[in-house]
Every structure is written in structure tokens, then in C-alpha cells.
């Protein structure tokens, strides 16, 4: 399972091939993480300071056809975009500040234009022909 912490890694490709290689046949990987709506902002993600997967948002389509290419398939996927909105508006509305979240105004700004979102997946490995 990787929750919020496969778009920390630098090389996906590798991780879903050490996935795929310790999982047996017909084995699940569930992946719960963020993604953008909007990827014309994705690139301007690289260059931020951070540590989180706020840091590394996926294309999910791009994702989608990384785990094809390494032999998952999506048997579920769920997207639970309002949640990101409903934490924060909880942090705000309970008298809490987004500014732990948020490094400045531009990385604020890049959030909000990427409109970025959470999924769930849970992919399903191939069974290996011989």
C-alpha cells in the first residue's frame, strides 16, 4: 500500500517494478495519493522545496499508463476530491491557518491553479505468462 507516498518517490518507474516483481500473481497494490486536474502546472511543482506529496502531484493518466506498462491493472478507482477541500476548510473555519501547508503565496497560487485532488486505486498484478 502506498498512501501519500508514491508521488515522494524520485523514480516511480522503479518502484512499480519492485512492486510488481515482490508481488505475487494476481496480487493488489493499493495506491491512495494526489494528483492535479490541471497538469499544465505540474513542471512548476519540480522547483518547489518540500517534502510532501503536495510536492510531486501526479498526471493520473500519465500514472495510469505507467502501471499498464509495468503489468497492473486498475481493478478500482475512486476519486475523493472533495476532501482536500473539506481539510482545509476545516483547518480554516476551526481557527486554523494554512500557512503550515503552503510555503508562500506563489506555491498557494500554483495549488489552487493545479486544482489538485486525491485518489484511491487499488491495481491488480498480472498473472506472468510462460
Do not use: W
Not at 499544465?40 to 503536495?54: G, I, P, Q
Request: include cysteine; aromatic fraction near 10%; proline fraction near 1%.
Amino acid at each position: 500500500m502506498a498512501e501519500c507516498t508514491l508521488s515522494l518517490m524520485d523514480d516511480i518507474e522503479k518502484v512499480l517494478e519492485e512492486a510488481g516483481r515482490i508481488l505475487k500473481d494476481d496480487g493488489y497494490f493499493i495506491i491512495s495519493d494526489i494528483y492535479a486536474k490541471n497538469t499544465d502546472f505540474l513542471n512548476e511543482f519540480k522547483n518547489l522545496s518540500l517534502n510532501s506529496c503536495l510536492k510531486n502531484p501526479f498526471d493520473l493518466n500519465e500514472l495510469k499508463k505507467l502501471l499498464d506498462k509495468k503489468g497492473f491493472i486498475i481493478e478500482f478507482e475512486q476519486h475523493y476530491d472533495n476532501l482536500i477541500i473539506q481539510a482545509l476548510a476545516d483547518i480554516i473555519f476551526n481557527g486554523g491557518t494554512t500557512d503550515k501547508l503552503c510555503i508562500d503565496e506563489n506555491f498557494k497560487k500554483l495549488l489552487v491553479k493545479s486544482k489538485l485532488r486525491y485518489f484511491l486505486a487499488i491495481a491488480r498484478k498480472e498473472k506472468r505468462i510462460l
